[in-house]
């Protein structure tokens, strides 16, 4: 089945700063990356996301690269504000099967 | 809609005993699945369901039974809970068709002493 590795854990911003976070997948069939976003004490909420025959993705001030040669993917949120602060999770569809597999998280914090 | 509700939002109980964890959705979803959320583990899955009738395991599906009689309900059961069990607990829905796009319920937080 599919490994999803998220780094880093913590990530600490000043406010107007660029954050990143980074995720790579094993299975070279996946075919869709999804990205959330969970804020405290509510559910993950899909933010982006990205398929396989796309190299880059933009909504606003969110972005998600991939590199399939690579296997990794990367979800960059520029201008960060304080509402940014939250827990993101990347996750991957392997080839041929329903189910996500998700990263441990990435805990953001922007700080004013 | 309500989305993807579940009930209860909290729940604590002792070694041993049992419980179901209510998750419901009025969104037509064929694909429903349970996480568990452990911290520094991120979201590991439990079961998961194709359509009515129809269910099948995840990552993590010691201790807990599922069904699926109705498009609309997919109900956790635990029958003899365990202190390893105590996590938050998130079901999910999408359609089959466009089954990438998952909505999560607002979760249920267990505490088994």
């Known amino acids: 089945g599919e490994n999803v590795e998220q780094h880093p854990s913590t990530l600490s911003v000043q406010e107007g700063d660029s954050a990143v976070i980074k995720c790579t997948y094993s299975?070279?069939?996946?075919?869709?990356f999804p990205w959330y976003k969970q804020e405290l004490g509510k559910g993950p909420q899909l933010i982006i996301d990205?398929?396989?025959?796309?190299g880059e993705k933009k909504d606003q001030r969110i972005a998600v690269t991939l590199n399939k040669t690579a296997k990794h993917f990367s979800l960059h949120i520029t201008e960060t504000q304080p509402e940014d602060s939250a827990v993101y999770f990347c996750?991957?569809?392997?080839?041929?099967?329903?189910?996500?597999?998700f990263g441990t998280g990435t805990q953001l914090k922007v700080e004013l | 809609n309500a989305g993807v509700t579940q009930t209860p939002k909290f729940q604590v109980l002792k070694t041993g005993q049992s419980m179901t964890l209510q998750c419901a959705q009025d969104?037509?979803?064929?694909?429903m699945s349970w996480y568990r959320q452990d911290p520094g583990m991120g979201l590991r899955l439990i079961h998961y369901?194709?359509?009515?009738?129809?269910?099948d395991q995840g990552e993590v599906p010691n201790g807990y039974n599922v069904s699926r009689s109705t498009t609309e309900d997919f109900p956790l059961r635990l029958l003899s809970a365990a202190p390893s069990q105590t996590s938050v607990y998130f079901c999910?829905?999408?359609?089959?068709?466009?089954?990438?796009?998952?909505?999560f319920g607002p979760g249920t937080r267990l505490l088994v002493l």
């Open positions: 999910a829905s999408s359609y089959m068709s466009d089954q990438e796009t998952q909505y």
């Open positions: 299975d070279s069939a996946s075919n869709y």
């Open positions: 990205i398929r396989s025959n796309v």
């Open positions: 996750a991957g569809r392997a080839g041929g099967e329903n189910k996500l597999t």
């Open positions: 969104m037509n979803h064929e694909y």
């Open positions: 369901s194709v359509g009515a009738g129809i269910t």
